[in-house]
Structure formats: structure tokens, C-alpha cells
């Protein structure tokens, strides 16, 4: 059974950095991605970037974290980090870290999600 369980949220202040764990268990072997969405308070949840864990590719949707957020993993610990930079207060949101077969198929396996709050 897959289990994914983020760590790292926390308060920072608004141009701060935080990074977001990932840490995956229950696959067999590396093929399998990570994608990160978030949900701010009163919206609908977003999907904003994957990375797969077989080569480390990312993938990045629209342009609203793009240049401020990276992605790495490493493969012995089966963990994603989602690494954000630059933080505004409107990332404040719940992040969660999901997992498909690859970062366009459906994700079936979520994690309990992490709140950031960026203050201003």
C-alpha cells in the first residue's frame, strides 16, 4: 500500500524559503512521480508541478511558482522535495504531494498535506 507523507510547512516571512518533503513508501521501484498541488483557503485545489522519480524530470504547469519553486528527490530515501523561494503571501495555502505511474497520469495516492503560511 503507498503511503506519502509530507513535512516542512510552516510560518515564514514573505521572500523567505521553505522546503516540503515528500517521502513515499509502499512502491517497488522507482517508476512512479511525485506532483505537488496546493489549496489556498476558500479555492479549489491546483496542481503546480511533478517530477519523476525514475530521472528527476519536472514538469512545471503555468507560471505562477515557475523560476521561484525547484523539485529534486533522492531515490535511496524515496522522497520528493519541493523546494520554494522567493514566497508571497498568496503561496499561502495547504501543499499537498501525490503519486501516479508518471506525471500525466491520474494521481491515486495523496498525502495528509502540509500548511505554508507566507506573512507579509
Not at 24 to 36: K, L, N
Not at 83 to 99: F, G, I
Amino acid at each position: 500500500q503507498v503511503q506519502l507523507v509530507e513535512s516542512g510547512g510552516g510560518l515564514v516571512q514573505s521572500g523567505g524559503s521553505l522546503t516540503l518533503s515528500c517521502a513515499a513508501s509502499g512502491f517497488s521501484s522507482d517508476a512512479y512521480a511525485i506532483g505537488w498541488f496546493r489549496q489556498a483557503p476558500g479555492k479549489q485545489r491546483e496542481g503546480f508541478s511533478c517530477i519523476d522519480m525514475r530521472d528527476g524530470s519536472t514538469n512545471f504547469v503555468g507560471s505562477v511558482v515557475r523560476g521561484r519553486f525547484t523539485m529534486s528527490r533522492d531515490i535511496a530515501k524515496n522522497t520528493a522535495y519541493l523546494q520554494m523561494s522567493a514566497l508571497k503571501p498568496e503561496d499561502t495555502a495547504v501543499y499537498y504531494c501525490a503519486s501516479a505511474y508518471n506525471c500525466r497520469a491520474d494521481f491515486d495516492s495523496w498525502g495528509q498535506g502540509t500548511q505554508v503560511t507566507v506573512s507579509s
